[in-house]
């Protein structure tokens, strides 16, 4: 089945809808296969976001990320990456069709509320980046 990643931002982490998001994903067909809680260092945001580095924004998304604590999931169902990319809505959430998660709890492009894995390819390593394989089930 395929899995993809799932992050739940320091801004939705610190607005207390973790269990809002989770029942997005829950209520639309996307089991939680693994799940947790964490605080990022600059060196995990760094690495993760690594493919963005030459960006301008980089430096705030790196430090947007290790603002608080994520919580960092595996998603599993059919489609799953592309499943979870419509759930969100768009990057900026002031353009995120209306129901979607960045529509509702998001508040700007930098504080976006959750991240979401953009291949099937880029999900597999993703999730390696979090998760070993006794904890994803
Ligand atoms: P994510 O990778 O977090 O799921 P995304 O795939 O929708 O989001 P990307 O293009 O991968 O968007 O950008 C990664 C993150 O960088 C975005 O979530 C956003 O917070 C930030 N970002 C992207 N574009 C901009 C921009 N033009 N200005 C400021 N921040 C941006
Ligand atoms: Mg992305």
Excluded at 55 to 84: C, Q, Y
């Amino acid at each position: 089945m395929e899995q993809t990643l799932s992050i739940i931002k320091p801004d939705a982490v610190a607005k207390g809808v973790i269990g809002k998001i989770m029942d997005r994903f829950e209520s639309n067909g996307l089991r939680i296969a693994a799940a947790k809680k964490m605080q990022l260092s600059e060196a995990d945001a760094q690495a993760f976001y690594a493919v963005h580095a030459e960006r301008p924004f980089f430096k705030d998304l790196v430090e947007f990320m290790i603002s608080g604590p994520v919580v960092a999931m595996v998603l599993e169902g059919e489609g799953a990456m592309a499943k979870n990319r419509d759930l969100m809505g768009a990057t900026n959430p002031q353009e995120a069709e209306p129901g979607t998660i960045r529509a509702d709890f998001a508040d700007s492009i930098d504080a976006n509320a959750v991240h979401g894995s953009d291949s099937v390819e880029n999900a597999k390593n993703e999730i390696k980046f979090f998760f070993s394989d006794r904890e994803i089930v």
